[in-house]
């Protein structure tokens, strides 16, 4: 399976003139979502995680040796409702006056198929850090001049294991113990 791979990715990397060492690549917060999803009382529900900055490490030939830092400002959650976003920010939940940042981290890449890996790293929470394993999808774009890649993900994280709900939101009665996250994310060539 390794040589079909690379001779595929050494003729992508020569279509799109992409070197064959580790580039760095900075997220293009315009074009890139963080959405969630969860369900309130049996209803569904989405917010988003605004502003997100992150940075890869990617060296195409040996996507194993991948370096991922995300952090992600919980302050800046976008949702339609300004009641459950202060419910969100509060103490019992996300608690953004002690912790106002989430951050997900990568060191290892593994290949799954022709354009999908799984990284293993590690998602801090409200001062909680767990291991993670983080499936996604790569495509290499080009737009003009500039040279990019999509990554796509949905991945569900249980957010009783990271303290996201505390008191009264410690019962998975109204709110479901999973959270759904959909990944969308746009990233260019440093």
Avoid at 164 to 184: H, R
């Amino acid at each position: 399976m390794r040589k079909p791979y690379l001779a595929a990715l050494t003729l992508l990397l020569l279509l799109t003139g992409l070197s064959a060492q580790a580039q760095t690549w900075v997220i293009d917060q315009e074009q890139s979502r963080v959405i969630f999803h969860y369900s309130y009382a049996g209803d569904p529900y989405k917010g988003e995680f605004r502003n997100v900055d992150a940075v890869f490490e990617i060296d195409p030939l040996d996507p194993g040796s991948c370096n991922f830092s995300v952090t992600i400002p919980i302050v800046d959650i976008g949702l339609d409702s300004p009641e459950a976003l202060d419910y969100l920010l509060d103490v019992e939940l996300f608690d953004v006056d002690q912790f106002p940042t989430a951050r997900f981290e990568a060191e290892e890449c593994r290949l799954q198929s022709m354009d999908s890996f799984v990284s293993s790293g590690t998602l801090t929470i409200r001062d909680v850090t767990r291991p993670m394993s983080f499936p996604f999808s790569l495509s290499v774009e080009r737009n003009g001049d500039q040279l990019g890649f999509r990554l796509n993900s949905n991945v569900t994280i249980k957010r009783l294991e990271y303290g996201v709900g505390q008191g009264y939101w410690a019962s998975t009665a109204e709110i479901p113990n999973d959270i759904g996250i959909e990944v969308d994310v746009y990233a260019i060539r440093q």
